[in-house]
């Protein structure tokens, strides 16, 4: 995966957590992203989270602001895709929780364009969502994330890292 200013070591996976810890994966294009499928042993793949103390698979690529489905935005956008580990369903659409936790994740990382992400969930399951999040400020491991002009403070973890 590429940033705006050359190539960055992307973690091979990441725990991240803003309330329930998902594991985040890049994924190197779109047509890979969407080419994933839910799971086919639900069982075994909740074994799996629980091994890595995950509550699910966030996986996500980075997107032009072109492919972003013509849209304006804001900041850097993303394509995302959550598989949950047992929420009776196996993909979410949309999911706040693992937005919130990739953009803090990405921002502890130096990732960033004027502190605002844009995530694109739902797509491949003909459900497209919009995620914006908005990180005003960080000190230490809180930060200050803005959603509709509600200030919300959320407490940011990380554990996992993997390089």
């Not at 992307?10 to 190197?28: E, M, Q, Y």
């Not at 086919?40 to 997107?63: N, Q, V």
């Not at 013509?70 to 706040?96: H, V």
Request: proline share 5%; hydrophobic share 35%; glycine share 10%.
């Amino acid at each position: 995966i590429s940033s705006l200013e050359g190539s960055i070591n992307w973690p091979t996976f990441i725990n991240s957590s803003v309330a329930r810890p998902k594991t985040l994966i890049p994924i190197k294009s779109l047509d890979r992203l969407h080419s994933a499928t839910s799971p086919a042993d639900p069982e075994k793949f909740c074994r799996l989270c629980e091994s890595i103390d995950s509550t699910g698979i966030y996986i996500y690529a980075k997107i032009g602001d072109a492919d972003a489905r013509g849209e304006e935005t804001k900041g850097l956008s993303f394509e995302a895709r959550q598989f949950p580990k047992s929420s009776g369903y196996g993909e979410d659409p949309a999911t706040g929780i693992a937005a919130g936790a990739l953009a803090a994740s990405l921002h502890k990382r130096g990732i960033t364009r004027n502190d605002f992400y844009d995530i694109f969930q739902g797509t491949a399951m003909g459900k497209p969502s919009r995620i914006g999040v908005k990180l005003q400020h960080c000190q230490g491991d809180s930060v200050q994330a803005v959603d509709d002009n509600k200030i919300n403070h959320v407490k940011i973890s990380y554990a996992g890292l993997v390089t």
